[in-house]
């Protein structure tokens, strides 16, 4: 939330509450909330050589791993991750048992400057046609360096299939950020909807921006790695920054955190809808401007009757 006031904080929540209760109205079992409670700002971002940003050991190893759900229904992923020494392949060796990885599926690689920091090479595969329900082993890059995580695809769509999400946002690399995503981490939820402002990399300037998204990528990957993170961009994605002659808006993420739009015909990946377990899920950001006041971002999910159950908002 960019330059959030104390009262736009409590409209919020006070809106999220009356949204909570419309739904308790509505006899339908949102689960217990987690008396977890950030602390204050000012919050101070975590140092570089913090042990949560380390670079995995060996040439070329993969990094920064993220997923988000590949498909409508959720039985694909997109795997994403970073590369530094060398391109690589945009390989993923998957399968059902550990260490068992009977399926190879191939992507594609990208990479962007910013400013004068040049990316690495970012890695996104598309893993499709998976078993509903499923727990699925996969590899990454090559030889000694190669690295394994695991991820569970959802149950099939339906109503009342049972799945727990959570809800984060503004999510930076402070010391708080890394207690709320050990916090997170505890719930068991299976799935984040990611309501914008990632890492926080534009409080920083030049090469900086850059280096603050790789850290990001880090830091976050002990969850994102394993569970598929579903993204809307927010006003610290923007990145409008002609002082160092950056203005292409939502550079950064549009090449680090891809989504899966055209599944849901959309023309934008700012703009897209999935379908999981029971839920379905609105992503929209509404305005493409570089003016924060006028940029909202909202996502919507509802039950199988299409209700609308709650509305998370943000400006
Ligand atoms: C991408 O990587 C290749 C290989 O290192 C390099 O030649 C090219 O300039 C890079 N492109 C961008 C846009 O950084």
Known sequence: MARVT???????????????????????????TSSYVRKE??????????????????????????????????NAVIISWVTFDEPGLSKVQYGTSVKNYGFTAQGTMT???????????????????????????????????AREFW???????????????????????????LSTLEHYMETGAQSVLFLGDISYADRYKYN?????????G????????????????????????PYMNEVTMFKTYLHRYPTPYVASQSSSPMFYSVRRASAHIIALRSVFSSHPLLLI???????????????????
């Open 41 to 74: 700002f000012p919050a101070v971002d975590m140092p570089l050589d913090h042990e949560v940003f380390a670079v995995p050991k060996g040439y070329n190893a993969p990094q920064q791993v993220h997923i988000t759900q590949g498909n409508y229904d959720g």
């Open 218 to 241: 880090r830091f976050a990957e002990r969850s994102t790695a394993y569970q598929p993170w579903i993204w809307i961009a927010g006003n610290h994605e923007i990145e409008y920054m």
């Open 151 to 177: 991820f569970r695809t959802p149950p099939m769509i339906g109503p009342d299939v049972p799945y727990k999400f959570g809800v984060i946002g503004d999510l930076g690399q402070t010391y708080n950020s």
């Open 6 to 32: 104390k009262m736009q904080c409590l409209l919020f929540q006070l809106i999220l509450s009356s949204f909570v209760f419309w739904d308790s109205v509505n006899k339908v079992n949102a689960g217990v």
């Open 208 to 216: 900086d921006v850059g280096l603050r998204w790789d850290t990001w």
């Open 111 to 145: 990479n962007y400057t910013f400013y004068e920091y040049s990316s690495g090479f970012i890695h996104h595969v598309l893993v499709d046609g998976l078993k509903f329900d499923t727990k699925y082993y996969y590899k990454i890059g090559d030889g000694e360096s």
């Open 297 to 315: 971002r909202y996502l919507c999910y509802s039950d199988s009757s299409f209700l609308l159950k709650y509305l998370v908002f943000n400006i």
